[in-house]
C-alpha cells in the first residue's frame, strides 16, 4: 500500500514561514504529478501547487509559495512564506501514479493574525 505522510504544519504568525513536507512509501519519478491542496473549514478543498513536467500555483499563493521535489528521497515540499490568516486549513499532499489518487492524512496550518 501506497502511504503519504505530511509534516512541519503549525501555529504561526501572519508574515512567517513553515516548510510542509510529504514523504511518500514507494518510488516517485519526475513524469509522476506531485501535488499540494488545501481545505479550510465550511470551504471544498482546492489546489495549491503541483509539480510534473512543470509547476503551477494557485493565484491566491503565487510568488509566495514554492513547491519542489527529491525524488531520491521520495519526497515533495511545499514552502509557505508570507503567510496570511486565509490560508490557515488542512493542507493534503497528492501523488498520481499508475492511474491511480494517493492522498496523505494532512497537516493543519494556522496562521493568526
Known amino acids: 500500500q501506497v502511504q503519504l505522510v505530511e509534516s512541519g504544519g503549525g501555529l504561526v504568525q501572519a508574515g512567517g514561514s513553515l516548510r510542509l513536507s510529504c514523504l511518500a512509501t514507494?518510488?516517485?519519478?519526475?513524469?509522476?504529478?506531485m501535488g499540494w491542496y488545501r481545505q479550510a473549514p465550511g470551504k471544498q478543498r482546492e489546489l495549491v501547487a503541483t509539480?510534473?513536467?512543470?509547476?503551477s500555483y494557485a493565484d491566491s499563493v503565487k510568488g509566495r509559495f514554492t513547491i519542489s521535489r527529491d525524488n531520491a528521497k521520495n519526497t515533495v515540499y511545499l514552502q509557505m512564506n508570507s503567510l496570511k490568516p486565509e490560508d490557515t486549513a488542512v493542507y493534503y499532499c497528492?501523488?498520481?501514479?499508475?492511474?491511480?489518487?494517493?492522498w496523505g492524512q494532512g497537516t493543519q496550518v494556522t496562521v493568526s493574525s
Open positions: 497528492n501523488l498520481r501514479k499508475g492511474a491511480r489518487d494517493y
Open positions: 514507494t518510488t516517485i519519478f519526475s513524469f509522476n504529478t
Open positions: 509539480s510534473g513536467s512543470s509547476t
